[in-house]
């Protein structure tokens, strides 16, 4: 390995605390120099020279523990799989297993592949520790010996570093790692492309690359985009009774919110990528593969291919023989084949994660929850539009559309999105939905680990509740009460209600979620984005886009105000934008939560605990004992800040809050 000008860009991300402080040398080094500049006799040189190499042995005992500590519990883990290769991949075509134990053989077999996989990584990305700060002492003596013409570093380097685990124990590295390609070649049945596929190192530090086709794409995507959009804004500009198709036309909004959303978290993954946020770690997808933010940009651009195609299929009814009417529907239909497709086209893997993670959230009470599962809740809150949408689009075509004249040239347009005097009730169940699904999730926390900050955080979410509840009590009131006093007080009600709530949620947002609010001028200790004017920025926006939310709540309950549906519009697209802000800066948050606990590769321990199997006649047992995230943490870890702001509970041990 080459050390490069910049050593930084070759570390770990997440063990970068446990590296050499070679900046640090560098620096001590340097004052040794200006100081034998003055001092030119042995004697006065010595102390400079004692305090390099005093700080040269700290960094060689830390940089020995952690390694010694990664090497021993990767020896421990390694001798968990107390069971021969053959016997466990043989083991899915014995006879003697009953058909009811197959397909928990399969799962078994499956996650130990996975956590194989992982201790692979993980064995790689020890062997890099070793040999990156194997190569960084060598270079600060080199260049120590070399300021000063003596030889006190190569004497060092044969007497600590050479002498030291860092050097005598590097090819255990590759000796286990040699024992895991034999074990996966076993269980993929003799298969080597696949198991040398399972067992893929990812490049660090570098950045997403795709195919030129992928490009092409994009970039084509971009070009009609433009076009369709100028022909769209002509027509429009142009159109005379372009009132009355605007019920239908707001049926676009919610799809146009999925593309909105979709572009922006392309936006996120880029920003993740160049300030080296492990997002794949963190939502425990695959590192050696997963979609890039150039395959999100390109879903987007063909989603929004299809959106303008079908807007402009509804402004221009004769070019088709196809219905106006018919054409959200069809656009939403096309949405929905295109995520449940079984086939493995058009990223089925990512859209399978999707789907899991989405069943998961529906479950939130009845299954334990983690942070992706969390994360994606969280989303649903902020396309919350999205579901009213969707009841729009079943009134549009069941109260609304008459389907016998549907089909003539005549067909009358639809008046209005109203279903009825429910339609209020409705909009209330709707928009309480998305934070049920977090506050459900909050109470099985709680009913997991016990603490009450995850009760807390429940509150949070029941103050969204009396939100939606006295929005809609105030709007019932002002299409049907004739007492003025009545509706004034439901609209005090739910002012002050609001008020509560956004002060509630920015401060959860900032302080737990952000991790902000911690001293160095209001932001916390270690910053991963460039500047800090980023931060200042989003705390401000999240406070003017919190506001602007809870008006949303108000507005998108009035289908009586062509001004409301229009304002409802652009706040809902700003409450999508403060969505992807918050984005950013929570897996922010939850990376420095990694750099914490030393976790650099995903923990399937944890699911392989008192994992059983019947194996032959004997009924063979493997029991994997769970550990820690990423080999255990180190020791005597402080508790953060936020728990000690909470009753001594450390934040870090729940993905939930």
Not at 376 to 400: E, K, M, V
Request: net charge positive; hydrophobic share 45%; proline share 3%.
């Amino acid at each position: 390995m080459r050390l490069s000008d910049q050593p930084a860009l070759q570390m770990i991300p997440e063990w970068k605390k446990q590296y050499i402080c070679y900046e640090k040398l560098k620096t001590v080094l340097n004052s040794a120099g200006r100081f034998g500049i003055l001092h030119h006799d042995d004697n006065n040189r010595k102390q400079p020279r004692e305090e390099f190499f005093r700080n040269c042995e700290q960094e060689l005992n830390k940089v020995n523990l952690f390694f010694s500590e990664r090497l021993s519990e990767a020896h421990s883990r390694l001798a968990t799989f107390k069971i021969e290769a053959r016997e466990v991949s043989g083991s899915e075509v014995r006879g003697d297993i009953r058909r009811s134990d197959v397909k928990s053989t399969t799962d078994n077999i499956k996650h130990i592949k996975m956590a194989v996989g992982e201790l692979y990584l993980s064995l790689a990305f020890l062997q890099k520790y070793q040999e990156f700060n194997y190569r960084c002492f060598c270079k600060i003596t080199v260049m120590y010996d070399s300021k000063f013409a003596s030889e006190y570093g190569l004497k060092w380097r044969n007497e600590r570093l050479d002498l030291s685990l860092l050097n005598t124990e590097q090819k255990k590295c590759e000796h286990l790692m040699s024992k895991l390609e034999i074990f996966m070649l076993q269980l993929e049945g003799g298969d080597k492309i696949r198991a040398m596929k399972r067992l893929e190192v990812p490049q660090i530090g570098s950045t997403a690359t795709v195919g030129q086709w992928v490009m092409f794409r994009i970039g084509f995507a971009c070009g009609l985009i433009l076009v369709l959009l100028t022909i769209i804004a002509f027509r429009v500009w142009i159109e005379t009774d372009l009132d009355l198709l605007r019920p239908q036309l707001q049926l676009y909004k919610g799809s146009f919110l999925l593309i909105e959303f979709l572009f922006l978290m392309g936006l996120n993954l880029y920003c993740y990528s160049a300030s080296a946020i492990n997002h794949t770690l963190i939502f425990g997808l695959d590192p050696r593969d997963h979609l890039s933010h150039y395959h999100i940009f390109e879903m987007a651009g063909g989603l929004t291919v299809c959106w303008c195609a079908s807007v402009l299929a509804s402004l221009h009814p004769p070019v088709l023989s196809i219905p106006q009417q018919l054409h959200p529907l069809l656009l939403y239909s096309f949405l929905l084949v295109l995520l449940l497709n079984p086939l493995s086209i058009f990223y089925g893997e990512a859209r399978r994660w999707l789907t899991v993670m989405m069943c998961k959230v529906l479950a939130a009470p009845f299954q334990p929850v983690g942070f992706a599962e969390c994360w994606l809740a969280d989303q649903f809150n902020s396309l919350s539009p999205l579901f009213i949408g969707l009841r729009d689009l079943l009134c549009f075509y069941t109260c609304q559309i008459n389907w016998t004249d549907m089909w003539s040239a005549n067909s009358p347009y639809a008046v209005s999105l109203d279903c009825g005097w429910y339609s209020i009730a409705v909009s209330c169940l709707i928009q309480c939905f998305p934070p049920w699904l977090r506050f459900a999730q909050c109470l099985r926390c709680f009913w997991d680990t016990g603490h009450m900050l995850h009760l807390l955080n429940a509150g949070k979410y029941f103050t969204v509740f009396l939100m939606v509840i006295f929005a809609g009590l105030y709007n019932v009131a002002r299409e049907r009460s004739a007492l003025v006093m009545e509706v004034k007080i439901y609209l005090y009600i739910w002012a002050v209600v609001t008020c509560m709530g956004v002060v509630v949620t920015v401060s959860w947002d900032l302080k737990m979620d952000w991790g902000l609010l911690h001293g160095n001028s209001l932001l916390k200790e270690e910053l991963l984005y460039s500047h800090q004017l980023y931060y200042y920025a989003a705390m401000l926006a999240d406070v003017l886009l919190r506001v602007s939310w809870a008006i949303n709540i108000l507005l998108a309950q009035m289908k009586d105000s062509t001004a409301a549906a229009t304002a409802c519009t652009i706040l809902t697209s700003l409450e999508v934008l403060r969505r992807c802000i918050w984005n950013l800066f929570r897996l922010e948050n939850e990376q420095l939560k990694n750099y914490e606990k030393c976790c650099a590769v995903r923990d399937f321990w944890s699911n392989l605990k008192h994992l059983e199997k019947d194996q032959d006649e004997q009924n063979h047992k493997i029991t994997l004992h769970s550990k820690t995230c990423c080999f255990s943490s180190i020791k005597q870890r402080t508790k953060t800040k936020e728990g000690k702001a909470f009753g001594g509970i450390n934040a870090e041990q729940h993905p939930c809050i």
